[in-house]
């Protein structure tokens, strides 16, 4: 349907010779509706992209056309039906703008993916924010540190560099291992504990435009200090789906990582817990079966295999089990930081066990069930009786999940923070 804002004025006025006293679009729009449209004339739409040029260039024929809207209208009369094209096809930004228009795009934001050859935790969240943009109806390109698109549905030639900078909202970088190395407005997602940055990393965390929070005060704090550019919104390690609902019909903790203890053939974090929660059957352990040629999990009967690397199976297997174990690194406690596992835990649905991480304390309270996170005896203990008690207090246990829910959909549902994230973007660059 046409209207004002995709009215062809001023092919209107060339196609009727009788209109040429008209010098605006407003006039000419007028025109039609009080006068034109009585006298069945022909109006067109605007054709975004349409290169005149590049249109009777390509076909020789044309040669003898020397305007715009000689060029259109021999477009919309014989061309379209002859399936013409009237931009270069390898001209990105006439592809990307093409691209954007024909899948009814708000945005576009580029993901760094810092590590294209490894699967690890920043894949399954570059996973999540592609599924989360599908949602909102915002393009996700992820491109690697030297920009180029990696995107299956794009020529992975193409270079972030050469695509208009009015094309992307934002270029977002997960982790400091991916600088600035594009000329667009680039925002660096505050992931990482204080106590993993170095010089360096500083160094390239001064060169980003912007920052994102993950509700950390102690990174939000650092961050100030170090710059007065700003953090211009929140976004953590969360998803947008699946979201599940619990059942009540298995009471097992769902454990996923590597056993670097076996890798480095030394005590490490909660090793002594997860053998003790092995041996009494009372854990689901997934991750890789091999890792730099050892099978890490020998020994454990819990060990379940792997889990489908796409950002979704996890939320299903995590329901499965029926608690989900949120464990933390101290350097993570002592940032206030919470990786994936929480959210994940969120959205199956089920009850958490959660170390004594300030973040999770503060934003779910007494809505989930805490373990010392220290002593593993003490720790192995207090699962116990939190496994007794959610198998014996369904009632109790129902409000704890639907608090959390309720919580996790208000305040950190991925969908609802990149949306609230592209309108801080638009205001700080506009």
């Known amino acids: 349907m046409i209207d004002f804002n995709n009215f062809e004025w001023k092919l209107y006025i060339y196609i009727y010779k009788d209109l040429h006293f008209i010098k605006t679009k407003e006039e000419a729009w007028n025109h039609y509706l009080y006068n034109g449209k009585n006298e069945n004339r022909i109006i067109y739409s605007i054709e975004k992209d349409f290169d005149w040029q590049f249109y009777v260039n390509k076909y020789s024929d044309l040669i003898h056309i020397k305007t715009y809207e000689e060029a259109l209208m021999h477009w919309h009369t014989y061309g ?4 013409r094209s009237f931009y270069n096809e390898n001209n990105i930004n006439h592809y990307i703008a ?7 795009y708000n945005g576009c934001l580029a993901f760094y993916d810092t590590w ?25 390109l992820i491109i690697n540190n030297d920009g180029i698109v990696l995107n299956n549905n794009f020529n992975n030639k193409i270079n972030i560099n050469n695509i208009d900078k009015k094309y992307i909202n934002a270029v977002i970088s997960l982790h400091w291992g991916s600088p600035k190395n594009t000329i667009h407005y680039t925002i660096c997602f505050l992931w990482n504990p204080i106590e993993f940055y170095d010089k360096d990393s500083i160094n390239i965390l001064l060169n980003y435009d912007a920052y994102v929070s993950c509700y950390s005060p102690i990174l939000d704090k650092f961050v100030n200090l170090l710059t007065d550019k700003k953090i211009i919104g929140y976004v953590n390690h969360s998803l947008s789906s699946p979201i599940l609902n619990y059942d009540f019909t298995s009471f097992k903790c769902f454990y996923i990582g590597i056993n670097w203890e076996l890798c480095s053939n030394k005590p490490t974090r909660y090793s002594k817990l997860l053998k003790l929660l092995d041996s009494n059957n009372l854990i689901n352990i997934y991750g890789p079966k091999k890792f730099l040629g050892i099978n890490i999990w020998e020994g454990y009967k819990s060990y379940s295999g792997e889990i ?12 499965k089990s029926g608690i989900c174990l949120v464990l933390s690194s101290e350097s993570h406690k002592n940032s206030h930081i919470c990786s994936n596992r929480l ?4 959205a199956a649905g089920v009850p958490l066990i959660c170390d004594n991480n300030p973040f999770i304390k503060k934003y779910f309270s007494d ?12 720790s192995y203990n207090q699962i ?47």
């Open 308 to 319: 489908n690397f796409d950002g979704i199976s996890i939320i299903h297997e995590i329901n």
């Open 343 to 346: 959210f994940e835990g969120l």
């Open 98 to 104: 093409k691209y954007l228009n024909d899948n009814n």
């Open 384 to 430: 116990i009786n939190h496994i007794d008690f959610i198998k014996n207090n369904r009632n109790i246990v129902t409000n704890k999940i639907l608090e959390c829910r309720k919580i996790f959909l208000d305040k950190f549902l991925l969908t609802k923070q990149l949306n609230e994230l592209i309108n801080n973007i638009s205001k700080e660059k506009y």
């Open 367 to 378: 809505n989930v069930f805490y373990i010392d996170g220290v002593d593993e005896e003490l």
């Open 80 to 83: 379209k039906n002859e399936y």
């Open 116 to 140: 294209p050859e490894i699967n690890n935790a920043e894949k399954e969240c570059l996973m999540r924010f592609e599924n989360a943009c599908k949602e909102i109806n915002i393009l996700c």
